[in-house]
């Protein structure tokens, strides 16, 4: 199973990206998701979750009102939509199950210079 997650690049302060990820296996389609982050030297954290119908979204505190997660499933797809980025948004972000995630792939790099 893949998760390829990309859309990432580098922006400026108070720009915007979308991030896309798309699964291999349809079964993601009926899964709770999540995006993640690793920022360098930092542990990876969870930062927006969707439930598997897509009517239940969360965020964590620092990116909450900024972010926007979603998801098509008929594409097998989940987005972030990242808008007023800011430098400490900077890291490599990944798609995964919000329960039970394995089989990181390679996430994709986002970079917010100020």
Do not use: H
């Amino acid at each position: 199973v893949q998760l390829q997650a990309s859309g990432g690049g580098l922006v400026q302060a108070g720009g915007s990206l979308r991030l896309s990820c798309t699964a291999s296996d349809r079964i993601f389609s009926i899964k709770p998701m999540g995006w993640y982050r690793q920022a360098p030297g930092n542990e990876r954290e969870l930062v927006a979750t969707i439930s598997s119908s897509g009517g239940i979204t969360n965020y964590a505190d620092s990116v909450k009102g900024r972010f926007t997660i979603s998801r098509d499933s008929a594409k097998n797809t989940v987005y972030l939509q990242m808008n007023s980025l800011k430098p400490e948004d900077t890291g490599v972000y990944f798609c995964n199950l919000q329960y039970g995630a394995n089989n990181w792939g390679k996430g994709t790099l986002v970079t917010v210079s100020s």
